[in-house]
């Protein structure tokens, strides 16, 4: 153990004051060696008087300058420093080299200093042999810390026995596995203890690494599970691809053992701040397609020491963007919500996170014009995310006025406020159902769109709308619901086995807003690959299995129908033929149709009119809607030839899991 402190004085030096248990720690070490070079030191300088009839009295001397060499050099590349417990074959090395570089300094020295020379040979093989047993010696220490109980010491816990612990097996005997073995097994209190490795490697199936029998393939190994007292499988392969990642789970879920995964935390931001964990593999892993990056650094430097206002700032997106704007080091940060628990909570987590940020909170609707424009007359924002909406689309359907009332003019409000105070950039959070509506919440969203379309001849303000699918995770969404469900018992609750959505991450949606927010192009519709859709029935069966249960047997999956305003499938964002690629893979630009301002005023003006004559009837407002939004159609239109959208011929079951024939669906 060392710490280090910083000296005053000239050019700043810091020196290392070691602890007494280091010092200690060192001196054993050092006497430790001197005893093993003793003897071959000792052997072969006596041989050398006895052949080469040198006198005893030189060869001590020559004794103390070759020890001394062999000291110095290992002090120069601190062999010392190294705890002997966790030496690798990289502290040994560095011992190798200090030993023979301490061994040609003596002969230098020899040479050139001394009247009398030993022989090359005598040197070369009383230093080597003064090594091996000194490595010997930190090989023989090594073994016993890791296979006995005489290093524990009074006070502390000790080691359970491996029969109270969880027998693993680890899929890749690579680097990482054994890695992950190692740490298993040097660490008294894991609670795993591994039994074997798995590998398809064939040339180390059949071997023992780090005292465990490599099995494989997959196929064979898979049929000796049963056999063998396995309780969990961790698979510590490094850089999967998602397709590979769901190929090798599918097949040991087949083994019934609990299937865990060695990496990173989900949703990571940054890899260099985390630690690797064994971890329960969660839906967001069996997503088919590759995560987005989420380390921009281009995005990064776009936000530094800028005055940034997130409305809706305390719901599932707006809360993630705030927490990587605050990575951003902007200048400020201003949130603003109408439901004050749920930003209180996003503040207290960015204060403890970023004590350093000026954190701004503000309690006020998008839909107070008064109250709007004391913010942003306060904050002066320069770049702005528009999240604030209501989106929860059967709730929507039956509270049609107030969802044209906060979407609509909540957006067009914050739009005025924008462009009066100078914002630079006005980015609008959208959502894939804003393509050829088929509810109010979705016809709500593309009429926030036509809003931004009309800014184009703004002289202070760019406006961008950005346009994603489904968040996993985020409030109000499937898969909340069913981890509720299944930890209720069941049964889980799809509306349809047919229906495909496209998912992402909260943090990935929230990194690609970002993204579209620093980019140049001003009143487009950006749109996001989302990759390809998936089937919420295999969604559904998959968090099943993820919970340790067996679809159809353990827990009943039901239907219930499809819910007010919701169709099979959501459109397809990234057609070819209707969008533009950016220069990054996963943004694209919509063809959009474009509006004029006096376009959108004289819509905004007719549903003010229809709200005041008839904002109490939920159908008035959808006929309304479905005058003033021409794409704009009933789900029931849309259900009747949803098979042969491309979305559903496209959707296949690439997350699903061999399962049973289902009881109460129809395959």
């Known amino acids: 153990m060392r710490a280090k402190v910083s000296c005053g004085g000239d050019g700043g030096m810091s020196k290392q004051v070691y ?291 997130v409305t809706g700032a305390g719901g599932s997106i707006g809360s993630e963007l705030c927490r990587q704007i605050a990575a951003c080091n902007p200048k400020q940060l201003v949130m603003l919500d109408i439901y004050e628990n749920g930003v209180y909570e996003v503040q207290q987590e960015l204060r403890r996170h970023f004590p350093q940020l000026d954190l701004r909170t503000k309690i006020a609707s998008v839909c107070d014009v008064e109250r709007l424009e004391q913010v942003f007359d306060k904050y002066r924002p320069e770049i702005l995310f528009h999240a604030a909406a209501h989106k929860h689309v059967p709730l929507m359907e039956h509270n049609c006025a107030e969802a044209i009332v906060n979407n609509v003019f909540g957006t067009w409000n914050t739009a005025n406020a924008a462009e009066k105070f100078g914002v630079k950039r006005f980015v609008l959070v959208s959502t894939d159902k804003a393509v050829n509506p088929t509810n109010i919440m979705g016809a709500t969203k593309r009429a926030c769109e036509m809003i931004i379309l009309s800014r184009s001849d703004s002289k202070t303000t760019d406006f961008v709308a950005v346009r994603f699918g489904n968040v996993l995770g985020s409030n109000g969404s499937v898969v909340p619901l069913f981890r509720r469900q299944i930890a209720e018992g069941g049964p889980v609750t799809i509306t349809d086995r047919r229906v495909v959505r496209y998912f992402m991450t909260i943090p990935e949606a929230s990194q690609l807003v970002l993204r579209t927010g620093s980019r140049a192009e001003k009143s487009e519709i950006f749109v996001l690959d989302m990759g390809e859709p998936v089937r919420i029935l295999d969604l559904a069966e998959n968090l099943i299995s993820l919970s340790g249960f067996t679809p159809y047997v353990d827990m009943e999956i039901k239907e219930i129908g499809l819910r007010p305003g919701e169709k099979l499938y959501e459109e397809l964002l990234c057609r070819t033929d209707l969008c533009t690629k950016t220069s990054d893979d996963r943004i694209f630009i919509e063809h959009a149709q474009t509006f004029t301002r006096a376009q959108v005023d004289q819509m905004l003006d007719e549903m003010r009119s229809g709200i005041a004559a008839h904002g109490q009837s939920d159908q008035a407002m959808r006929d309304m809607m479905m005058r003033l939004i021409p794409t704009y159609r009933m789900p029931e239109v849309v259900n009747a030839t949803a098979e042969e959208a491309e979305e559903m011929r496209s959707s296949t079951s690439r997350t699903h899991i061999d399962m049973p024939a289902p009881a109460g669906i129809p395959s």
């Open 19 to 309: 602890t007494r248990q280091a010092r200690s720690r060192m001196l054993i070490l050092i006497i430790v060696d001197f005893l093993c070079m003793l003897l071959p030191y000792g052997f072969f300088l006596y041989r050398a008087e006895y052949v080469h009839g040198i006198r005893a009295d030189a060869l001590l001397v020559s004794y103390a300058i070759l020890t001394a060499c062999v000291y110095a050099c290992r002090f120069v590349v601190k062999v010392y420093q190294q705890m002997v417990r966790f030496a690798n074959a990289g502290s040994f090395l560095r011992m190798i080299l200090a030993d023979a570089a301490g061994a040609l300094l003596y002969l230098l020295i020899d040479r050139l200093l001394l009247s009398y020379h030993l022989p090359i040979t005598t040197v070369t093989s009383a230093a080597a042999c003064g090594l091996l047993l000194v490595l010997l010696s930190r090989f023989i220490y090594q073994w016993l810390r890791k296979n006995s109980t005489l290093f524990n010491h009074a006070g502390t816990v000790s080691e359970p026995h491996v029969a109270n612990k969880i027998n693993v097996a680890i899929v890749g005997a690579g680097e990482l596995g054994v890695l992950l073995a190692r740490e298993l097994m040097s660490n008294r209190n894991s609670r795993y203890h591994p039994y074997c490795f798995f590998d398809n490697d064939p040339r180390k199936i059949g071997s023992v690494v780090e005292g465990l029998r490599v099995y494989g393939p997959d196929n064979e190994a898979i049929a000796l599970v049963a056999s063998m007292p396995i309780q969990e499988i961790i698979i510590a392969i490094p850089d999967m691809t998602p397709a590979a990642q769901k190929s090798i789970f599918n097949r040991y879920k087949q083994t019934k053992a609990k299937v865990m995964l060695y990496d990173y935390p989900h949703n990571r931001l940054e890899r260099t701040t985390d630690k690797r964990s064994i971890r329960d593999i969660n839906i967001e892993d069996l997503l088919f397609r590759s995560s987005v990056a989420l380390e921009d650094s281009r995005a990064t430097e776009y936000y530094r020491d800028r005055v940034v206002m």
